[in-house]
């Protein structure tokens, strides 16, 4: 029912900058968190930012001060702004969205594929 769709990712140099976009498609849905995530190779997913339905962002403390999430409600995207990039967010990139659906209402999740940050010189 919801499709997720990631772009962005990339090579960049250590201090570089990255803007991660995520559009959500389909129908019947009413987004509330977007969110990312990200995976670095033999470790765990983590949350690294969210953003309500109602603007409020919480960030991992590994890129407070460094990325900013936003997102345009009315086009169904989030985006991830990326600066000071450092080697340790290397990470494949995923987006996830919490939706309200169906009736009566209920929560779900979504995926995306995911998009490869490479942060190296």
């Known amino acids: 029912q919801v499709q997720l769709v990631e772009s962005g990712g990339g090579l960049v140099q250590p201090g570089g900058s990255l803007r991660l976009s995520c559009a959500a498609s389909g129908g019947g849905f009413d987004i509330r968190d977007m969110s990312w995530y990200r995976q670095a190779p033999g470790k765990l997913r983590e949350l690294a930012a969210v953003i309500t339905d109602g603007g409020t962002t919480n960030y991992a403390d590994s890129v407070k001060g460094r990325f900013t999430i936003s997102r345009n409600s009315a086009k169904n995207t989030v985006y991830l702004q990326m600066n000071s990039l450092k080697p340790e967010d290397t990470a494949v990139y995923y987006c996830?969205?919490?939706?309200?659906?169906?009736?009566?209402?209920?929560?779900?999740?979504?995926w995306g594929k995911g998009t490869l940050v490479t942060v190296s010189s």
């Open positions: 996830n969205v919490l939706i309200m659906a169906g009736f009566p209402p209920r929560p779900m999740d979504y």
